[in-house]
């Protein structure tokens, strides 16, 4: 039976301009799935968002690896406007699914946008546990990231349901035993839980708008 629920961040809970404004410093447009290949790959993405090195010197690293000619000043305001604000209706999603099942969230993500959701709007407050790629060192979609997960969780993979938005990262969970869906926003991930809710037994209070 399903009792762990585990979801992305960007995305699917929060709104990004990540593709916009990547493409822009990049000057060519890109696609949601070279950008997230791009993310996982690049040196100095991997490396920020795995811990190895800070905000200032991510943004020296991002410059030198892509042949930008921008500042790194103007390159960490861009990076910060990547990560807007939680999506309609995700805390109340959130504090719904919290009646019935324990929430993980599961991110490759890394300070800077950390500590601007959390002291603007309290974001990671909901959540039962956090499994952030620059704290854990692993990021998505290496399958050893979600092997941490199922150990720390204590439960079984089929036991989880994960959500992400990066078709890559989805097929690399449901290879291990995950139930992994493709989403892209709290009410999306809503519908896809209630024949979990219903098949146990539960009913939340959340209705999502059209």
Known sequence: MVSHIVSDMGGVLVQIEWQQRVAALL???????????LWVTAASTLAFETGQIDFAEFAQAFIAEF??????????????????????????????LKQDFHLSLLSNTNPAHYEK?????????????????????????????????????????????????GRRNVEVARSIGIQAFQVDSPDALWQVMQPFSAAADKTGPYTPTS
């Open 27 to 37: 000057g060519q447009p890109i696609s949601l799935d070279e950008l997230h290949h």
């Open 117 to 165: 959701l959390q002291s603007r709007y309290g974001f990671f407050d909901p959540f039962d546990q956090l499994f952030l790629s620059f704290q854990i060192g692993l990021m998505k979609p290496d399958e050893q990231i979600f092997h941490h997960v199922i150990k720390a969780l204590g439960t079984d993979p089929e036991n989880i349901v994960f959500f992400d938005d």
């Open 67 to 96: 042949d930008l000619s921008v500042s790194a000043e103007h390159l960490m305001s861009e990076f910060l406007q990547v990560v807007q604000a939680p999506m309609p209706n995700c805390q109340t999603v959130l504090a719904a």
